[in-house]
């Protein structure tokens, strides 16, 4: 955002801007077998970079144009361009306006903080631009819903970032689940863990931002707050008015569970916690435990442990309690442990153990060519749109409950507290 651009006339404009740019519902390209798809990136440090790399690994692929509010990634994404063999002589803009304008490029990969998702993916879709979005996809429901309906007008293909589900080994444990092998599943849990004591993200007073950077377009939508070191780069997952913990880890382990058991969404949210031994900036709790509840009887939870990092499970990240066994599971392995008849029951095991290991893969990768395979077929991506939201939707009715202090029933047809 330019000098001359104020905050405020961004807000007012900014869409009406992109609708300008846009050919709405344009008609999407016809590849030939050789034709490349050509993408402009938007966030390229941390994450941006890792899904960048991922997407130099397929040859069909042509960068376009770079966009970051900070020029310091973009020495790092040209390295990486060298490496693969590829053009350097790509564009560079501070504003993804600028992007979307281009009649050149045909997909949008993007990776900002998470209260700039929602505009990005809305304006890319109505640019007529399929899109990469980063999870977690908004940080309202409204938001998340408006994105599906805006790209269901648009006939676009978005695809989200919750890599698991291009995995090999979580489809198959789906399987496994689907098919009744653990028995009925009634409880599972996740977790975040990493003792961030005693001082956290830092406690750097406000001060003004590095001359690389444009802060007034890194706050966009956000209203206005002075630059601070704990912010950014990177330090805004702990701060609740750009992300949060929650957001940026449970919204992967939600996603797996509910694909996995096959939930849409929680009848009932409760969140407890706080700041409590991390002395911090931080405005998201360093301890904190949410409860969502399924009307089919199932119950989830995730705990937030960055006062004490030791592990919250027997092994793996997510844990699948069902009434013939207990599974265990990450990217690499899954592992099922038999239940035994308890109380006036048969003792017997109720199954066979199970265990399944696989090599060590590159999810971004994966992913990222599954997104690049539909954006040619047309087809729906491994992780569309409903199901980030879905997903999404799970964390800031956590997020909610936390501030209110009270327990949320859910109206998920609706999309409505009760």
């Not at 690994?57 to 310091?72: F, H, I, R």
């Not at 390295?79 to 504003?95: F, I, M, N, P």
């Not at 990092?309 to 038999?338: H, W």
């Amino acid at each position: 955002m330019s000098e001359n651009t104020s905050r405020r006339d961004f807000i007012k404009t900014g869409a009406v801007t992109a609708a300008g740019v846009m050919t709405a519902a344009s008609a999407s390209r016809v590849y030939g077998a050789n034709e490349k798809i050509r993408l402009g990136f938007v966030g390229v440090a941390n994450r941006g970079g890792q899904i960048f790399r991922a997407a130099l690994k397929s040859d069909d692929t042509e960068v376009v144009a770079l966009c970051d509010v900070d020029d310091n990634p973009i020495p790092k994404r040209m390295k990486d361009l060298e490496e693969k063999g590829r053009s350097t002589e790509v564009d560079v803009y501070k504003d993804y306006r600028k992007i979307l304008e281009r009649d050149d490029i045909d997909a949008v990969v993007s990776a900002t903080p998470d209260h700039w998702h929602a505009l990005i993916t809305t304006h890319s879709c109505q640019a007529g631009k399929d899109i990469y979005i980063e999870k977690p996809l908004s940080m309202t429901i409204r938001e998340g819903r408006r994105m599906i309906e805006v790209a269901n007008e648009t006939n676009r293909v978005v695809q989200v970032g919750t890599h698991r589900r291009s995995s090999t080994i979580y489809p198959r444990i789906r399987e496994i689940v689907q098919n009744g092998d653990i028995g009925k599943v009634v409880f599972a849990r996740c977790y975040r863990l990493s003792n961030m004591t005693p001082n956290g993200i830092g406690n750097d007073p406000d001060s003004d931002p590095p001359t690389t950077l444009d802060w007034n377009m890194w706050l966009g939508p956000r209203e206005y707050r002075p630059f601070n070191k704990t912010i950014h780069p990177y330090k805004f997952r702990w701060w609740k008015h750009y992300s949060s913990q929650i957001g940026n880890w449970g919204v992967h382990y939600f996603d797996l569970i509910r694909w996995m058991t096959g939930e849409v969404y929680p009848s009932s949210i409760s969140a407890h916690g706080g700041q409590y031994a991390v002395k911090d900036n931080r405005t998201i709790p360093d301890t904190m435990e949410a409860t969502f509840e399924f009307a089919s009887g199932m119950i989830v939870t995730f705990g937030q442990y960055e006062a004490a990092g030791n592990s919250a499970m027997r092994e793996g990240e997510i844990e699948l309690r069902g009434t013939k066994g207990t599974l265990y599971a990450n990217p690499r392995f899954y592992r099922v442990y038999p239940e035994k008849g308890g109380q006036f029951q048969d003792s017997s095991p109720k199954m066979e153990p199970m265990e399944e290991k696989v090599e060590s893969e590159d999810m971004d990768y994966l992913h990222m060519r599954n997104f690049l395979d539909c954006v040619k077929s047309r087809k729906q991506p491994n992780a569309p749109l409903e199901e980030g939201h879905r997903s999404t939707s799970m964390s800031l009715l956590a997020n909610i409950a936390l501030e209110t202090r009270s327990r949320i029933e859910w109206d998920g047809e609706k999309e409505e507290i009760l």
